[in-house]
């Protein structure tokens, strides 16, 4: 149980375009989603917490406009690189949590690479 | 200071050797630890969830939580080379919380 899909795996786009990608929960409902971002040999960098139906909440210095977040079910919330630039390249993670549960499990993550 | 100290290793042990990896924090009002191990290029995957104080067994895994030092470790026993991963602990305040995570320790186990 507790699985976590997350699409696609890897993804190469154009400086200037825009990128999605898909975060599922597959066996459960998860009322919190949470986006990370990871550099290479770094832990990872909470962009976002967001709950079904509601605003994501960004952290500090994270862009809302570049990084748009939708939960619109229980089982899927999206993140939008909006206008890619080379320096949006980087390895991007959603984790799921159920209500009432403490720990979060993790999608397979998502290598962008802009070029 | 960071709120959740790691050290990143890279720490190589020889296959069956008993590991011991090591997290240490400075926030008391963190409750609830967890440990997730990552293989290269994929998502990190839960290994062990702990709240009080003391240890919990799951297979070759052992997780420790000391509250009073602040200090919780995660123990492999009869470490094998499909160990290899980074090993990263992870803790938060109360059940809604967010995680807040340690670098990682990059761990190598030789055959």
């Known amino acids: 149980g507790a699985v976590v899909s997350q699409h696609p795996s890897r993804v190469i786009c154009k400086s200037g375009t825009s990128v999605k990608i898909e975060c599922r929960s597959l066996?459960?409902?998860?009322?919190?989603m949470f986006w990370y971002r990871q550099f290479p040999k770094q832990s990872l960098m909470l962009m976002a917490t967001?709950?079904?139906?509601?605003?994501?909440?960004?952290e500090q210095g994270v862009e809302k406009d570049k990084f748009l977040i939708n939960h619109a079910s229980l089982t899927l919330s999206t993140l939008t690189v909006t206008s890619a630039h080379p320096e949006d390249s980087s390895f991007y993670i959603c984790s799921a949590r159920v209500g009432g549960r403490t720990e979060a499990f993790f999608g397979q993550g998502t290598r962008l690479t802009v070029v | 200071q960071k709120e959740v100290e790691q050290d990143p290793g890279p720490l190589s042990v020889p296959e069956g050797a008993i590991v011991s990896l090591n997290c240490t924090y400075s926030n008391s009002a963190f409750q609830y630890f967890m440990w997730y191990r990552q293989y290269s290029r994929k998502g990190p995957e839960l290994l062990m969830y702990t709240y009080s104080s003391g240890n919990k067994e799951d297979g070759r895994f052992t997780a420790q939580v000391d509250k009073s030092s602040k200090y919780i470790s995660l123990f492999i026993r009869d470490s094998q080379p499909s160990d290899s991963a980074t090993y990263l602990c992870?803790?938060?305040?109360?059940?809604?919380?967010?995680?807040?995570f340690g670098q990682g320790t990059e761990l190598s186990v030789k055959p």
């Open positions: 992870a803790m938060t305040v109360n059940q809604g919380g967010k995680l807040i």
């Open positions: 066996d459960f409902q998860a009322t919190t």
């Open positions: 967001s709950n079904e139906g509601s605003k994501a909440t960004y």
